[in-house]
Structures are given as structure tokens and as C-alpha cells.
């Protein structure tokens, strides 16, 4: 299985880095043409390749970058109470239940709208994006304990341990400073840890792992397009252009997903063609121009239906054909 498993990445890669063949003007080669074009989109579309469940290495991996969260521009400035931390400090109250009484209910909710801001300009499922829904999911969901599992918590309150002492912890010095954490605390933390049958930091695994390999075939959701309008759609399109069309629209309707059509705008137009559609279809300059007329297309016949906002077909169609 894992000599297969490296077979088909080879020919992934190998299908991703083709070049653009030349015309030849037979029908055989165009319908050979068309079927590597399809069969690429497939193999570089995340949705339709499937999915490999994450080791737990791969993981742990991935949670040691939470840490960088916190000197990302959202959450650069975030720090604990500090005059409750100095008064902690001066009561040689012991480290890790600092920690907890400073996890109030005003700083979690702060935390957790930048985490919701840092997803908001993140891509979905890049690493920024999930840890951050990860970390926003655990909690909003856990019991306070179970927060000494998490990295990012743990180097805000290490950033602001080092400000109450005039120092500064930056990302360079920040792995060294948690090793420490670890440990001062590593006896206290992990007897709570084996007192959890949960613990915080299996369920931020479990969670990460959900938001990057959740099968998204088997979600349910509301369909852009009625399908009785799609169909009365592509009874209208030529029979020379109804399976290019199709084949488009597939990847735009069903693997971008795309709200319903009340909710379509310019943003979401630029977003699909110049962002989504490169980073995932890998798109000959053929296939982009196919998408621009097909969704052109698609864009006339939703606004003759009274459908599509009105205010989008004249800045689209602009945009669809001067691209």
C-alpha cells in the first residue's frame, strides 16, 4: 500500500507539471485532450482526491506551530491581566495556577474573536485558518484544565510573564521559554493529564484533524441552483458547448460550493476565478478561458431569469471578458 500510495503521488505531481499540448486538429486527439484535462482537475481538486488520515506525528507536528499564532498581527498585542499577574507573582502562587486564574472569561472571549479574525483572512484550510478554529472549538467547548494542553495559551501567558519582567519574547526565543514551561510544570501536568480521559490536547488533534480531513462530499448543503433551473439552463446551451460547460460548472458549483445566488457578488467572482480556481484546478490558459465563458454564460441566464442580483451581470460580464 505505501509503494502504491508513492506510485500515485508521482503521478500526481507528474499530471500537475504537464505542459499544454499542441493543437493537432483530430477530433482523437482534442477528446484525449480533454480527458488528461479532466482527469488533472480531478487529481488536484482536494475534495475529489481521497482523503489520507493524518499521523499522529503529522499532527503533533502541525500543533507545534501554534505557538506562532500569537505573534501573528491579530494576537500581538493580546496579554493576560498583567496587575492580577503581578500580584499572583508576588504571592508566590505556583506557576500553572497562575495560569488557570488568568484564564478569565473576559480574555478567553477576546482570544477567541482574534482567532475568529484570524480565520477570516486566512484561507480556509490553511494552517493558520484550522489551528485557529481548533484552538476557538477547544475553548469554547473544554473545561479550563485542559487548557495546559494548549501551546498558543500557554506562550500568551509566557509573552506576558516576560513584559511584567521588562523582557521580550519573540518567535526566536519562544520554543526555549516552553521547554521550560514544561519542565517546571511537567509533574503537575501530567498527573491532571492522566486524570482526563479526554485531555484538552487529544481533543485540539482530534479537532485539527476534523477541519483538515472532514470528507466535505458528505456534508449537507443548500445547492447554489435549484436543480430544475440548472437543467432548463443547460437545455439552452449548444450541443458543441454543453459538455465544456458542464464540466466547468461542475468544478464551480460543486467543488467551490458557492452560496445561493441571492448572495453572489464581485468579491466571490474575483475570489473563485483569480484565487480558488489556480490554487486548486491548476488551470491551463485554455481551461481559464473556458471557465470565463461558461460562467458568463451561466451569469446571462440567471439575470434573464430574474435571479441573479442585478447588480452583478454588468460588473461580471466586464470582468469575465476583459480579464
Do not use: C
Not at 502504491?4 to 493537432?24: E, I, N, V
Not at 482523437?28 to 475534495?47: E, I, S, T, Y
Not at 439552463?233 to 460547460?245: A, D
Amino acid at each position: 500500500m505505501r509503494a502504491a500510495s508513492k506510485l500515485l503521488l508521482l503521478f500526481y505531481k507528474f499530471m500537475a507539471k504537464k505542459t499544454k499540448p499542441k493543437k493537432s486538429g483530430m477530433l482523437k486527439r482534442r477528446q484525449q485532450k480533454r480527458q488528461k484535462k479532466m482527469l488533472r482537475r480531478r487529481l488536484a481538486m482536494p475534495k475529489r482526491v481521497p482523503q489520507q488520515p493524518a499521523s499522529t506525528e503529522q499532527l503533533e507536528q502541525l500543533l507545534s506551530t501554534l505557538p506562532t499564532l500569537a505573534f501573528e498581527p491579530e494576537l500581538t498585542d493580546l496579554n493576560m491581566n498583567k496587575s492580577e499577574f503581578k500580584a499572583l507573582l508576588d504571592s508566590d502562587t505556583r506557576e500553572v495556577d497562575i495560569f488557570m486564574k488568568l484564564l478569565t472569561e473576559d480574555f478567553i472571549a477576546d482570544l477567541s474573536q482574534r482567532l475568529a479574525q484570524l480565520e477570516e483572512t486566512n484561507p480556509e484550510k490553511s494552517i493558520k485558518s484550522v489551528l485557529s478554529k481548533a484552538t476557538r472549538h477547544q475553548i469554547e467547548n473544554s473545561d479550563k484544565i485542559s487548557y495546559l494542553s494548549n501551546p498558543l495559551l500557554i506562550a500568551i501567558f509566557l509573552k506576558t510573564h516576560a513584559s511584567i519582567e521588562g523582557l521580550k519574547l519573540d518567535l526566536g526565543s519562544m520554543p526555549k521559554a516552553m521547554e521550560e514551561f514544561d519542565q517546571r510544570n511537567h509533574k503537575f501536568i501530567q498527573e491532571i493529564t492522566d486524570k482526563i480521559e479526554d485531555s484538552g490536547k487529544q481533543e485540539l488533534v482530534t479537532n485539527t484533524e476534523e477541519e483538515l480531513f472532514a470528507d466535505e462530499d458528505k456534508e449537507e448543503r443548500i445547492p447554489a441552483i435549484e436543480d430544475s433551473v440548472y437543467k432548463k439552463f443547460i437545455k439552452l446551451v449548444s450541443t458543441e458547448k454543453q459538455e465544456k460547460v458542464e464540466e466547468d460548472l461542475d468544478v464551480f458549483l460543486v467543488d467551490f460550493q458557492p452560496p445561493p445566488i441571492a448572495e453572489w457578488d464581485m468579491r466571490l467572482v474575483k475570489r473563485f476565478l483569480s484565487k480558488w480556481f489556480i490554487e486548486n484546478a491548476n488551470p491551463l490558459e485554455e481551461d481559464i478561458e473556458s471557465m470565463r465563458e461558461s460562467l458568463l454564460t451561466l451569469f446571462q441566464f440567471l439575470a434573464e431569469e430574474k435571479l441573479l442580483p442585478e447588480t452583478l451581470l454588468d460588473p461580471a460580464k466586464k470582468y469575465l471578458q476583459n480579464e
